[in-house]
């Protein structure tokens, strides 16, 4: 009996990971030249020289569902160590939402202070209608969420230490606290179902090569002209 109670368990669970991972893969992050993924999942900051340049972006599996939304945070491997110390060096972090969005709620990469108890969450939303999914973005590319600009203006002498990660990781706390993962969000409304997703790493100033992730770079490699 417990034996058939475990395998159903194990079925169900197969089913559910079956069921997201159809929807949704991963929000990851890629480099970005000219405003363009080039599908880098690293990059170097040059202090003085122009920024580095980042884009959040949700990667779907093609026939899958598209999303109205994601919630997510970025941190590095040492959560108390960026982007605080860097902002404290005079370097800047520039946080842009996609302009398709119609709202953006929080911020991936700073933290709300929130008088003492730090929120680290961002919330994406793209209109959706229901009635026809207008606004509803599709799967057939990569969908961008946020842009993000790390450069710096003022201390030539403070680099960011080699092979900084940063890591897409879960909301804290989550907007739901049964969903502690990066996660987005279908376009079933008035539910808008939401998915946990696997998350990206970006390394700064990598000290080996090469630095292109071979799933994100066989992603990205038909979506050049794509992009969203």
Same mark, same amino acid.
């Given at each position: 009996?417990?034996?058939?109670?475990?395998?159903?368990?194990?079925?169900?669970?197969?089913?559910v990971?079956?069921?997201?991972?159809?929807?949704?893969?991963?929000?990851? *992050?890629?480099? *970005?030249?000219?405003?363009?993924?080039?599908?880098? #999942?690293?990059?170097?900051?040059?202090? *003085?020289?122009?920024?580095?340049?980042? @884009?959040?972006?949700?990667v779907?599996?093609?026939? %899958?569902?598209?999303?109205?939304g994601?919630?997510?945070?970025?941190?590095?491997?040492?959560p108390?160590?960026?982007?605080?110390?860097?902002?404290?060096?005079?370097?800047?972090?520039?946080?842009?939402?996609?302009?398709?969005? #119609?709202?953006?709620?929080?911020?991936?990469?700073?933290?709300?202070?929130? $008088? @003492?108890?730090?929120?680290?969450?961002?919330?994406?939303?793209?209109? !959706?209608?229901?009635?026809? *999914?207008e %606004?509803?973005?599709?799967?057939?590319?990569?969908?961008?969420?946020?842009?993000?600009?790390?450069?710096?203006?003022?201390?030539?002498?403070?680099?960011i230490?080699?092979?900084?990660e940063?890591?897409?990781?879960?909301?804290?706390?989550?907007?739901?606290?049964q969903?502690?993962?990066?996660?987005?969000?279908?376009?079933? +409304?008035?539910?808008f179902?939401? !998915?946990?997703?696997? $998350?990206? !790493?970006?390394?700064?100033?990598?000290?080996?090569?090469?630095?292109i992730?071979?799933?994100?770079?066989?992603?990205?490699? +038909? !979506?050049?002209?794509?992009y969203?």
């Amino acid at each position: 009996m417990a034996f058939r109670q475990c395998a159903r368990m194990v079925a169900a669970a197969v089913l559910v990971a079956a069921a997201t991972g159809a929807r949704a893969a991963r929000i990851d *992050l890629v480099r *970005l030249t000219a405003g363009r993924p080039d599908s880098h #999942t690293c990059g170097t900051a040059v202090p *003085l020289g122009p920024p580095l340049a980042i @884009g959040a972006y949700a990667v779907l599996d093609a026939g %899958g569902d598209g999303i109205s939304g994601a919630e997510f945070f970025i941190r590095t491997q040492d959560p108390a160590a960026y982007p605080m110390d860097l902002q404290g060096l005079g370097w800047t972090i520039s946080v842009q939402p996609n302009p398709a969005a #119609t709202a953006a709620i929080g911020n991936p990469i700073v933290a709300d202070p929130h $008088g @003492g108890f730090p929120i680290r969450r961002a919330n994406i939303v793209f209109a !959706v209608d229901p009635s026809n *999914l207008e %606004g509803c973005q599709p799967p057939e590319a990569p969908v961008l969420l946020y842009r993000l600009g790390i450069f710096n203006r003022s201390h030539p002498d403070a680099p960011i230490p080699p092979n900084t990660e940063l890591l897409v990781v879960a909301a804290d706390p989550p907007g739901n606290p049964q969903f502690r993962c990066p996660l987005v969000n279908l376009c079933d +409304g008035p539910t808008f179902t939401k !998915v946990c997703v696997g $998350g990206g !790493v970006f390394v700064i100033n990598p000290t080996v090569a090469p630095c292109i992730d071979a799933v994100t770079a066989k992603t990205w490699g +038909g !979506v050049k002209s794509l992009y969203r």
